[in-house]
């Protein structure tokens, strides 16, 4: 090995090693508090979004109230959902944000997903095909939000035109 390769090579190592030194340590499932908090604060609709995986529909939207983020398709998204979801249900609160949404983002696929299946609870088969068929486009043909606007159309049409929760 040459003095050259050899002095490389010990730079490497020395500042590998510094690194180490330098560097905090934390366990793969162990993300530093830094980043946690970098996560949360870099999406604020996320305690809604906790609230909503929990089913605290009334929390959720006060939440999303507290957040206020009107010019985003994803809060108005929510919001439509929570409203739709509500032990009683505000199906007009539900359209207005769903519309909201699609007016932001016309690809919304979250959105056009949920305004489908309010439309087939209002008993509005020919909108759900509509927002199915925007939805393909959106998604190129095949996404989650698409398989399960297709499942609640067919549990539609198989219950005589009624609309059948999953």
């Known amino acids: 090995m040459s003095v050259l390769a050899t002095a490389a090579r010990a730079t490497v190592l020395a500042a590998a090693a510094t690194l180490c030194l330098v560097a905090p340590v934390h366990a ?15 999406d604020p ?6 609230l909503i995986a929990d089913k605290k529909w009334p929390a ?9 983020a009107t010019q985003s398709a994803d809060w108005n998204n929510l919001m439509g959902y929570c409203h739709r979801k509500a032990r009683t249900p505000d199906l007009m609160a539900a359209a207005r944000f769903y519309e909201s949404a699609l007016r932001i983002d016309a690809n919304h696929r979250g959105a056009l997903e949920y305004a489908g299946e ?3 609870m209002q008993g509005d088969l020919t909108m ?3 927002r199915a068929t925007a939805l393909s486009k959106a998604c190129g043909g095949r996404c ?11 549990r539609f049409k198989a219950n005589g035109n009624r609309y059948v929760e999953k």
Do not use: F, M
């Open 144 to 154: 989650e939000e698409l398989d399960d606007l297709k499942e609640a159309i067919t």
């Open 45 to 50: 609709l996320g305690e809604a979004r906790k």
């Open 28 to 42: 793969a499932d162990d993300p530093p508090a830094a980043a946690t908090r970098s996560a949360a604060s870099a």
């Open 118 to 120: 309010l439309a087939l």
């Open 60 to 68: 959720a939207i006060d939440e999303l109230k507290r957040v206020n």
């Open 128 to 130: 759900a095909e509509q």
